[in-house]
């Protein structure tokens, strides 16, 4: 019965896309318009950051009132993620109803419906969890490049908490070593988002900040450290710094820097 339910939601919403999407179509060519080229639009939300402003902002600059639907995806994996249902409750209480828990299952393949609805959502919420067992479900089924179908068509993708790590293209975690009680940086591939940018809490930035300043000289990389009431929005190589709380920033040949709300930094990719 629910799987009924679920198919017949997708059904719905790619019926109510692909009206849209050729009406908008109808009308640029009735009119001679030719349509500007397609932002590529990702949005850094702290874990703690489900604040008014920062869903403001994510509902203004995905266009979602005026058209389209929100998928939620809980990298955890939890059938009742009360992350994701608190994050839809957002969306519903600014009238944004056409909402969408996804809840994907680790151990089997993603099912069509699921790849439309992710391929044709306007705006795609991933929810912090299990980051490796959502990365090895990512890059052994169709679900990454579906989300990266949805990225290139404009699709604002957005990722809470350590989701929020698995955007760029590889995502760093630590490795212990127990004998000589020391951690080494191990990176692993992510969702290819953003290049040249690797994203961390700001705990671990400040904990290791020295092994991160050394890998961000060796890879030529931007590592951003996001605190929990941080936002950083990138609209294709450029980055504004939003949310409650700084953010902090290491690249390379420049000393930690933290940056504040409104600033802007270029990005190289």
């Not at 849209?20 to 702290?46: E, R, W």
């Not at 950051?49 to 939890?78: H, N």
């Not at 944004?96 to 393949?109: E, G, Q, T, Y």
């Not at 290791?208 to 605190?227: M, R, S, T, W, Y």
Request: hydrophobic share 40%; glycine share 6%.
């Amino acid at each position: 019965m629910l799987k009924a339910v679920h198919t017949l939601w997708v059904l719905v919403m790619m019926t109510f896309i692909l009206v849209s999407c050729t009406t908008d179509i109808n009308h640029q060519y009735m009119n001679g318009d030719i349509a500007d080229p397609i932002a590529k639009q990702v949005f850094l939300i702290g874990d703690g950051a489900y604040t008014k402003q920062s869903i403001d902002e994510l509902i203004e600059k995905s266009g979602i009132r005026r058209q389209g639907f929100v998928v939620i995806i809980p990298t955890s994996f939890l059938p009742n993620d009360e992350k994701a249902r608190a994050l839809r409750n957002e969306f519903y209480n600014r009238l944004v109803r056409a909402v969408h828990i996804l809840n994907l299952n680790p151990k089997s393949n993603i099912e069509n419906t699921d790849i439309l609805a992710i391929e044709n959502a306007s705006v795609l919420c991933f929810i912090g969890g299990k980051r490796n067992e959502f990365m090895n479900l990512a890059n052994h089924t169709p679900l990454k490049t579906a989300i990266l179908n949805a990225y290139e068509k404009g699709a604002l993708i957005v990722g809470f908490g350590n989701a929020s790590t698995l955007l760029p293209n590889q995502y760093l975690h630590f490795n212990t070593d127990t004998v000589h009680h020391s951690k080494s940086i191990i990176f692993s591939p992510g969702l290819g988002l953003i290049g040249k940018v690797f994203v961390d809490n700001r705990v671990n930035f400040q904990n290791h900040e020295a092994a991160i300043q050394n890998e961000a000289e060796k890879q030529q990389c931007i590592v951003l450290g996001i605190d929990d009431q941080s936002c950083v929005w990138i609209s294709d190589s450029n980055a504004i710094v939003l949310g409650e709380k700084e953010v902090g920033m290491i690249s390379p040949g420049n000393s930690p820097a933290i940056l504040q709300k409104g600033q802007k930094i270029k990005l190289s990719f």
